[in-house]
């Protein structure tokens, strides 16, 4: 088979990404002591300071809804609460509280996130309490489970641990006084380390630093510290992060949007994947893979991004027999999968299929047959719960859409400015070419060549017509992607460290998902369409 029918799929991935530019989401910031501005300076956000008139305490309900209106997002930050309340009037407070109901997004930090709970408009299902003034320092947060709900990246999903600067913002009780508003979530806790120059760090242990809740049809993000400030070690993008998740995620009640967490997966483990260079360094089988539903023909996977050691066994050694011994980290490439998978959330507002280990590559390779992937028996639940997973997303996905696309993402350090394919040189993507031919692969219209069209360099290129040599798929896309068994279509894709770079992932994921968004929709309708 020509190489040159083989880069559709690829191509793809990028149509639009130059043609639709996404209209902007428009901020508006009431002036505090602070600002998330430098935060938001990207093309992504139309950001605008709401100057705080003299007379606005007098204002009229319809003066502020008006204001109100011209944004997707509210900001109240730092400064206080109380006075924040006061300028606002009565007309004001129930304009706020209206425009949430209605579907506004709401995002308050320190006093801005005082605003917000039972003791003034009381759209967030949270109290305060005493001391009303801790001091200011550095304070050690643990990102929870929940996490995941609302950050994309990696860094701020559990088990990371984050250092965030503290102000006087507001302490929370534990629960929330009202049982029957099951929206509210906590998404990051106090640790106990560090501390402010009035308070000790043990004083804040296990007391939630941030929340979300739903008010109506809008939701609520609330930091009890200052991500956004330049001192707080790097956090800043938190914020772009929260403002997506307040616009862009559905308010149907099993998605991201409700605060709910993504349904388990189907096999044996659950859990998130570990962010690089997390202060966590153990799994077990019941901690090893997160696997999450779709809603789209999509399934993401990254077998070889997990950096956790597993308890209960040895790092493997190799030998007898075993073909392909390798136990490099594929650096980064967990974080892409996530990174992915929230960019196409926003570009389409559904999820694709989600499989990404935790667990080293020492302990157990998943992306090799059961004989050469693990040494220890210990470790068969989580391989068995990886391929679960696949399996299954692949049977629904075929089922749904008479199709879909796997992507198995690695990471390679032959060429950092390239990404390798791998299709065992078309084999593992027949049904498209079958149905489409050369126009579903290395067409210009196709999958790789709408991605060398923005720009990604891919090998072999569309135009060289040559097989694929350094990496021409694994066993992931052999096993589920050969002789349409499963009913999709699969690719490897082997990418560069230019691409995997922490400053890179968010814009190598978002032309990623413009074109995949584009791509599936044409090559994968809903089944009865």
């Avoid at 109240?76 to 300028?87: D, K």
């Avoid at 003791?119 to 643990?142: C, D, F, K």
């Avoid at 050691?309 to 190799?318: L, P, T, Y």
Wanted: aromatic share 10%; charged share 20%; hydrophobic share 35%.
């Amino acid at each position: 088979m020509s190489g040159k029918r083989i880069g559709v799929l690829l191509c793809a991935l990028l149509t639009f990404c130059s043609a639709l530019a996404a209209e902007p989401i428009r901020v508006g910031q009431f002036a505090g002591a602070t600002s998330v501005r430098a935060c938001l300076e990207s093309p992504e956000f139309r950001f605008a300071d709401i100057v705080w008139d003299k007379n606005s305490t007098n204002w009229s309900y319809g003066q502020w809804s008006e204001l109100l209106n011209h944004y997707q997002v509210v900001v109240f930050p730092g400064g206080s609460g109380g006075e924040m309340f006061s300028r606002l009037g009565h007309e004001g407070q129930r304009a706020v509280k209206d425009y949430v109901n209605k579907g506004g997004g709401y995002l308050g930090i320190c006093a801005g996130a005082w605003l917000a709970t039972r003791r003034y408009l009381g759209i967030a299902n949270i109290e305060g309490i005493a001391p009303w003034y801790v001091g200011a320092g550095g304070l050690e947060v643990a990102m929870g489970e929940e996490a995941t709900n609302v950050f994309a990246s990696a860094l701020y999903q559990a088990p990371a641990r984050r250092t965030i600067e503290m102000h006087n913002g507001p302490m929370w009780s534990f629960q929330p006084p009202d049982r029957a508003r099951p929206a509210f979530h906590v998404l990051a806790s106090y640790t106990g380390r560090g501390g402010t120059n009035k308070t000790g760090g043990e004083f804040f242990k296990g007391k939630p630093a941030i929340v979300t809740d739903a008010y109506g049809q809008g939701r609520v993000i609330l930091f009890s510290p200052h991500p956004e400030l330049v001192s707080t070690n790097g956090n800043g993008n938190m914020i772009p992060e929260a403002v997506h998740w307040l616009v862009n995620t559905p308010s149907d009640p099993g998605t991201r949007m409700s605060g709910k967490k993504p349904r388990d997966n189907p096999g044996k483990a659950g859990g998130r994947p570990a962010s690089p260079g997390s202060e966590a360094a153990e799994c077990t089988a019941n901690s090893c893979v997160v696997a999450h539903e779709g809603g789209l023909p999509i399934i993401i996977s990254a077998p070889h991004g997990g950096g956790l050691a597993f308890v209960g066994a040895d790092v493997r050694k190799g030998g007898g027999g075993v073909r392909q011994f390798a136990v490099a980290r594929d650096v980064n490439t967990d974080a892409l999968a996530l990174e992915l998978s929230a960019a196409l959330r926003r570009e389409t507002g559904k999820a694709p299929f989600l499989v990404v280990a935790k667990v080293s590559r020492k302990y157990v390779d998943l992306n090799r047959p059961e004989n050469d992937a693990f040494e220890s028996q210990n470790l068969r639940g989580a391989y068995e719960a990886y391929h679960a997973a696949l399996e299954k997303y692949c049977r629904e996905v075929s089922q749904k859409w008479g199709g879909g696309l796997l992507l198995d993402l690695h990471g390679q350090g032959v060429r950092s400015d390239s990404i390798f394919r791998g299709t065992r040189n078309g084999a593992t993507t027949a049904l498209l070419l079958k149905k489409y031919g050369d126009q579903a692969l290395t067409a210009p219209q196709g999958l790789q060549g709408l991605l060398e069209a923005k720009g990604f360099k891919i090998i072999p290129s569309c135009a060289s017509g040559k097989k694929e040599s350094w990496f021409d798929g694994g066993y992931i896309v052999g096993k589920y992607g050969m002789e349409g068994s499963y009913g999709v279509d699969a690719i490897q894709l082997e990418f560069g460290g230019v691409y995997t770079a922490n400053r890179k992932l968010p814009e190598t994921a978002t032309a990623l998902a413009q074109v995949l968004s584009n791509y599936v929709a044409a090559h994968f309708p809903p089944q009865g369409q």
